[in-house]
Antibody, heavy 118, light 107 residues
Framework: EVQLVESGGGLVQPGGSLRLSCAAS????????MHWVRQDPGRGLVWVSR????????NYADSVKGRFTISRDNARNTLYLQMNSLRAEDTAVYYC???????????WGQGTTVTVSS | DIQMTQSPFTLSASVGDRVTITCRAS??????LAWYQQKPGKAPKLLIY???SLESGVPSRFSGSVSGTEFTLTIRSLQPDDFATFYC?????????FGQGTKVEVK
């Protein structure tokens, strides 16, 4: 079964850091571009970042550029999102998602909640 | 960034109804448009990609179409399992962007 399982969310103070993980199974992880997407009640679904199959190319939304870093470990079938200098507006459910061949997000994880608050 | 404008924001319908949701892109995105269904507490689920291609396993009562920069999701005969929020998303250029969502609720 194709599956993505996120972890690492939690409550963090403004200015703090958090690292999210996304464990992939049931497919050849190294063959797919991977993404992070977040959702908050006020702004809906927002694309955050993407990474190429081998990790050689990454892109970020302007709102997180310079603060978040996406990475992957193909040997461990795991995607990461390192989040630094967190702000209240980063509060959201964070999903990892798999990009397909000609399709955008065909597989999603269940999401992990990040709350930035003092 | 490309803006995606969905309408309506909320739609009240009954089982068996034909339902239409519209999404307009602020500029040309060719057919690089996807539709998702999301239920409370769950991740979005891909229904349609490339404007009109049905994702594997999705019931055929769902269909998508395009006219210029206006995209339409149609549910031919609404079923009890279809009450949810639907989102469009463009993947023509980065950043990929989503519409604000359309909630289909029980009339």
């Amino acid at each position: 079964e194709v599956q993505l399982v996120e972890s690492g969310g939690g409550l963090v103070q403004p200015g703090g850091s958090l690292r999210l993980s996304c464990a992939a199974s049931g497919f050849t992880f190294s063959g797919y571009w991977m993404h992070w997407v977040r959702q908050d009640p006020g702004r809906g679904l927002v694309w955050v970042s993407r990474i190429k199959t081998d990790g050689s190319l990454t892109n970020y939304a302007d709102s997180v550029k310079g603060r978040f870093t996406i990475s992957r470990d193909n040997a461990r079938n795991t995607l990461y999102l390192q989040m630094n200098s967190l702000r209240a507006e980063d509060t959201a459910v964070y999903y990892c998602a798999r990009e397909g061949n000609g399709t955008p997000f065909g597989v999603w994880g269940q999401g992990t909640t990040v709350t930035v608050s003092s | 960034d490309i803006q995606m404008t969905q309408s309506p924001f909320t739609l009240s319908a009954s089982v068996g109804d034909r339902v239409t949701i519209t999404c307009r892109a602020s500029q040309s995105i060719s057919s690089w448009l996807a539709w998702y269904q999301q239920k409370p507490g769950k991740a979005p689920k891909l229904l349609i990609y490339k404007a009109s291609s049905l994702e594997s396993g999705v019931p055929s009562r769902f269909s998508g179409s395009v006219s210029g920069t206006e995209f339409t999701l149609t549910i031919r005969s609404l079923q009890p399992d279809d009450f949810a929020t639907f989102y469009c998303q463009q993947y023509d250029s980065y950043p990929w962007t989503f519409g604000q969502g359309t909630k289909v609720e029980v009339k």
